[in-house]
């Protein structure tokens, strides 16, 4: 099964954007790249997810290298208020059903 | 359009008791998932449908069971609770389509004494 590594936590602060690394060195070619966060209390929700190019939406900007080995979420800044955990998960290929989590990265918010 | 919903929000058993988390999605989804949660850590797969009637076992099913009879439910039954079950459970739903995003609901707090 093709796995992410994060790290396990990572700061922020309002005036710099948080950059989010995950790592997937095993991606197949058929794999998306999904990151998801979870506020406190709350079930994750779904934040962007990218095949091959470079994503944007209204949460986040996602940054995918040309070897696909790797990926960096910027989360927004409206996205970042909050501190969470964020995981970055493969989807696709013949495991698309069996869909796993690791611990994610918690981002902690500086005032 | 309420997405996944969960019931209870909470819940506290004695061990050896049994309750069936219930889990419902009203967007026509195929796929449905149960995670739990235990403090401080990522999400495990207990089971998951592909459709009515298909279930399969995830990474953590030991003691707990599954159906799938409609589309829209997918209830998760413990039979005798265990202390080592206390977790947060969250169920999901995706569309067949090929990568998805999963659409999770917001939780089940369950403490086993």
């Known amino acids: 099964d093709a796995k992410t590594t994060q790290p396990n936590s990572m700061e922020s602060n309002e005036e710099e954007p948080v950059h989010l690394p995950c790592n997937h060195s095993?991606?197949?070619?058929?794999?998306?790249i999904h990151w998801y966060r979870q506020l406190p209390s709350q079930g994750p929700e779904y934040v962007i997810h990218?095949?091959?190019s470079n994503v944007n939406n209204r949460m986040a900007s996602l940054a995918i290298a040309e070897d696909r080995k790797s990926s960096t979420l910027i989360p927004h800044r409206a996205t970042l208020r909050d501190a969470a955990v964020y995981y970055c998960?493969?989807?696709?290929?013949?495991?698309?059903?069996?869909?796993?989590f690791g611990a994610g990265t918690t981002v902690t918010v500086r005032a | 359009n309420a997405g996944v919903t969960q019931t209870p929000k909470f819940r506290i058993l004695k061990i050896g008791q049994s309750m069936t988390l219930q889990c419902t999605q009203d967007?026509?989804?195929?796929?449905m998932y149960w995670y739990r949660q235990d403090p401080g850590m990522g999400l495990k797969l207990i089971y998951y449908?592909?459709?009515?009637?298909?279930?399969d076992k995830g990474e953590v099913p030991n003691g707990y069971n599954v159906s799938r009879s409609t589309t829209e439910d997918f209830p998760l039954r413990l039979e005798l609770a265990a202390p080592s079950q206390t977790s947060v459970y969250f169920c999901?739903?995706?569309?067949?389509?090929?990568?998805?995003?999963?659409?999770f609901g917001n939780g089940t707090r369950l403490t086993v004494t």
């Open positions: 990218g095949l091959t």
């Open positions: 998960i493969l989807r696709g290929g013949s495991n698309d059903y069996k869909l796993s």
């Open positions: 967007m026509n989804h195929n796929y």
């Open positions: 095993t991606i197949s070619g058929t794999d998306y």
């Open positions: 449908s592909v459709g009515a009637g298909i279930t």
């Open positions: 999901a739903s995706r569309p067949d389509s090929w990568g998805s995003p999963l659409h």
